[in-house]
Each structure stands twice: as structure tokens, then as C-alpha cells.
């Protein structure tokens, strides 16, 4: 550790020196504590971070449409399935699940994952998780790998919740928790905010940070090491996403993609959804805060959106690109102004105007030599849970997952119940309408306890 005259020294050059102005109060084990974080955070790092909060409009220049070389309905679709499946047979795939977030915008104390979203039995969404993780093993013959990357604030309540629960039906081993970085919280003056008079106010790093962490913690060696090639990327607040989607694997090993994304067509202009482009010919997503009204809404020649795709937050990384992404610089950092608790004028806890710095993941596609994009609909892929009621919250998403089991049930030749009752599948068993044929289910009610249907709905 510096001397604390060297590391004031340090962070004053930085213009930084506020974060001592409790310095003369604290006892030698705040010092140390202090001292310690401010010793593994780079002061002048910050400042890139905070003058893009600033700018409420990223360059635009140079911005094109990007279309997808995979779409509902097109002819490759069931060769690129095949392809992916073999991937997931011979073990080269493995899930990533960013599960930084609290459910506090949802009113729920914990995880995001651990909330209740199941239809029918409440359910959480790391079990949701859990149950498309087992099935995919059960029907390709081979464990997948899950890596559940964590943040401060939710690390420990987290593996609490898997231990509690048995692992959700899954073997330990397949299950491995990474707990991603964090970056300092900034006044609006640029200024370093203090948490208390012993701690730096810091938030998590963002998804962009998945990188690091997963390199840092040893993740991603691990994965070498079982053979993983492949690792399948997603957000915890999406309960419709279809984990290890064999076409989307498919189409990014073909392609020989190091970064692959999953697209929908925008509802409205200004949704709020990063959107793709390309920039001197690179697919690259514009997180929808940096983007312009007047560039969002502008119109294609047939009358849609020019930029079209919405970006959901769905990728598949070759294992070889975290490696080399998370050994190089570190991607940009972006700054988002947003209410934040730290200390005051006063030396007491006050909520303020803050930029909390963070970096996205999509950044990375500036470094990848091939990416691919698959479109996708929305009603099969995407629900976001970001409020509490309305829209994209878990009404909605539980209206979104049943509204889905019903295709799948129409689509393997079965009798659906009345459009008001609501339905729940088992996902270790059926994971789409493919399950249910292979089944030789003539009845929906034959298949309890693995489709569950609301109580007095039963056919």
C-alpha cells in the first residue's frame, strides 16, 4: 500500500483530494479501509466517463441500417438449428446469466432473479433459468456449464438463494458464481462522492464489466478447461429469452462470429432499446440515451424506421473473444445521471444528482473481426421486467410467457385452454412445441405436473 502521503498526493493531482475531508476523524482502521479501495481505483480514469454524461447525443455520423443475416421464416433456419444443436451436444457451450440487479423497481427486496414470475406457481426467474439449463442437458446429452455473474450488492443473497433452494435441480458444478466490478460515483461537478467518511461511493461497472470479472475470478480458465468454445449471454430481467437457441448458436459458429446479437423490430422510435447500425461497415448498437429524437424517427424509404432493430441484450461470445477483450484496453466508459445517496455538503447521507459510470457490453463489437446478427420476435424472445406495473413489468411478462406456451401448444397439434386461463410449462421438459410432439401427448392434461394450468382451468 502507498504511504498516505504519496496516495493523497495522488489523488489531489487527480483533483480529486475531497475524498480525505474526513481524513482527520477516522481512526487507523477507517484510514486503512479508505486507503485500501483508494489505492485500486484510478482517479484520473474517470473523466472520459464523466464528459460523455455531458453529451446527451453520441456522433452519429457515418451511421447506417444494418439488416440481419437471419430472420423468422428464412430457409437456413433448420440447418443453422442442427448446427447449433451439435454444439450444445459436444459440450461447447455454456450460459451466462447477468444477475447484477436488485428488484427494488419492482417493489421486490433481493436478486431480480429470485422474483416470482411463474404464471402459475410463482416461480423465480433463476428457476426458469435453471429448469431451460437442465432441459437442454437432458435433451443434447451433456451438462451446460452456468455462470451467474453477481454484483456487490446482490452476490451473497444470491448464492444464498441457490443453496436454499438445492441449486434449483441442478448439479453444483454446473453452476458458477462471478461477482463483476465496480466504478466510482461522481458529483455533477466531476467530483468523487464519498459513501461514508471511510468508503468511496461506487456502483457496478455495468455489463460491459463481464469481461474483467470473468477473467479476474478464473471463469473464464474454468470454461477452457471443460472444453467451452461458446458462451451464451443474457440478462436476468428477460424471462421469454430462449436460452442456447440452437439456431442462433448455428448461425453464429457458420458465420465463424466472435460476437453474435439478438435483434426486434422497434415498437415505437424512441423505445427504450440500444439500436443497431453500422459504422464504416461494422455493426455496432447506439444505447438509445445517446441517440437523437430526430435520428431515431427517421423514416426508410418505405415508410418504416430507418434504424429498425432494437438491440435485447442477447449475444453469443466465442470464449477466445472474452479472453482477448478482457486482456485489452478497457471499453469506454459511459456516464448516466441518476439519483444517488453519498454523504453531503453536510458530512450527512443526502440523495443528489449523481453520474454513475458504467460500461456496455455491446462496445465489444468494435473489436470483433465477424459478428453476426439473427432477428427475432418479440413475443418469442423478449419481455423485460423494468417496472412494476404496466408496461415491461412482470404483468405483462407473465401475460408474454403464457401468450407463448399457448403458440407452442396450437403448434404441436394440441387443444389450448380458454385465452383467459393461464398456463406454465416445465422447461426441463418442454422448451418449445419440438417437445411437445417428440411427447405424443394427445391431451394437454397428460402432461401434468410438467404443464401446469391455472387452478379451475383444467380440461
Not at 57 to 68: D, F, H
Not at 249 to 274: F, N, Q
Request: some cysteine; proline content about 6%; glycine content about 10%.
Amino acid at each position: 500500500m502507498a504511504a498516505d502521503s504519496e496516495l493523497r498526493e495522488w489523488w489531489e493531482a487527480a483533483g480529486q483530494g475531497q475524498v480525505f475531508r474526513f481524513w482527520g476523524r477516522l481512526d487507523a482502521a477507517g484510514r486503512r479501509r479508505l486507503a485500501a479501495q483508494l489505492e485500486r481505483i484510478a482517479p484520473e480514469a474517470c473523466r472520459p466517463g464523466f464528459r460523455a454524461s455531458g453529451a446527451a447525443v453520441a456522433a452519429t455520423a457515418g451511421l447506417a441500417p444494418v439488416e440481419p443475416q437471419l430472420a423468422p421464416g428464412d430457409d437456413a433456419w433448420e440447418a443453422l438449428r442442427e448446427a447449433g444443436q451439435t454444439e450444445l451436444a459436444e459440450g461447447r457451450v455454456a450460459m451466462l446469466t447477468m444477475a447484477g440487479g436488485l428488484g427494488s423497481r419492482l417493489g421486490f427486496a433481493g436478486p431480480k432473479g429470485a422474483f416470482p414470475i411463474g404464471p402459475v406457481s410463482d416461480r423465480s426467474l433463476f428457476e426458469l433459468f435453471a429448469q431451460a439449463i437442465a432441459g437442454l442437458g437432458r435433451r443434447h446429452g451433456r451438462p451446460v456449464p452456468w455462470v451467474v455473474l453477481t454484483s456487490l450488492a446482490t452476490d451473497a443473497a444470491t448464492r444464498r438463494f441457490f443453496e436454499h433452494h438445492g441449486f434449483l435441480g441442478l448439479d453444483p458444478s454446473q453452476v458458477r458464481f462471478v461477482r463483476q466490478g465496480t466504478l466510482p460515483v461522481l458529483g455533477l461537478d466531476g467530483r468523487i462522492l464519498l459513501a461514508a467518511p471511510d468508503r468511496v461511493a461506487e456502483a457496478p461497472d455495468g455489463h460491459g464489466g463481464a469481461f474483467a470479472a470473468l477473467r479476474d475470478s478464473g471463469a473464464l480458465a474454468e470454461l477452457a478447461d471443460r472444453g467451452v468454445e461458446r458462451v451464451f449471454y443474457h440478462h436476468v430481467d428477460n424471462p421469454l429469452v430462449r436460452l442456447g437457441d440452437p439456431a442462433f448458436l448455428g448461425l453464429h459458429r457458420v458465420r465463424g462470429a466472435e460476437m453474435s446479437c439478438k435483434a426486434v423490430e422497434k415498437l415505437e422510435p424512441l423505445e427504450k432499446m440500444g439500436f443497431l447500425a453500422q459504422r464504416d461497415g461494422r455493426t455496432t448498437v447506439v444505447e438509445y440515451s445517446e441517440i437523437s429524437p430526430e435520428i431515431a424517427r427517421t423514416r426508410a424509404a418505405d415508410g418504416g424506421l430507418r434504424f429498425r432493430l432494437g438491440s435485447i441484450g442477447i449475444h453469443v461470445f466465442e470464449r477466445t473473444f472474452l479472453e482477448r477483450v478482457a486482456e485489452g484496453p478497457p471499453l469506454p466508459l459511459h456516464g448516466a445521471r441518476k439519483p444517488f445517496t453519498a454523504l453531503g455538503a453536510t458530512g450527512r447521507p443526502e440523495t443528489m444528482p449523481a453520474c454513475k459510470l458504467e460500461r456496455f457490453v455491446f462496445d465489444a463489437l468494435a473489436r470483433a473481426g465477424v459478428v453476426a446478427l439473427m432477428e427475432t420476435r418479440r413475443g418469442d424472445e423478449y419481455s423485460p421486467m423494468k417496472n412494476a406495473r404496466g408496461e415491461a413489468s412482470p404483468a405483462t411478462a407473465r401475460r408474454d410467457l403464457t401468450g407463448r406456451y399457448r403458440r407452442w401448444i396450437a403448434e404441436a397439434g394440441l387443444e389450448a385452454p380458454d385465452e383467459d386461463v393461464e398456463i406454465e410449462m416445465d422447461h426441463t421438459h418442454f422448451d418449445g412445441p419440438d417437445d411437445l410432439r417428440r411427447s405424443s401427448l394427445r391431451r394437454l392434461s397428460d402432461a401434468a405436473p410438467h404443464v401446469r394450468i391455472a387452478q379451475g382451468a383444467e380440461r
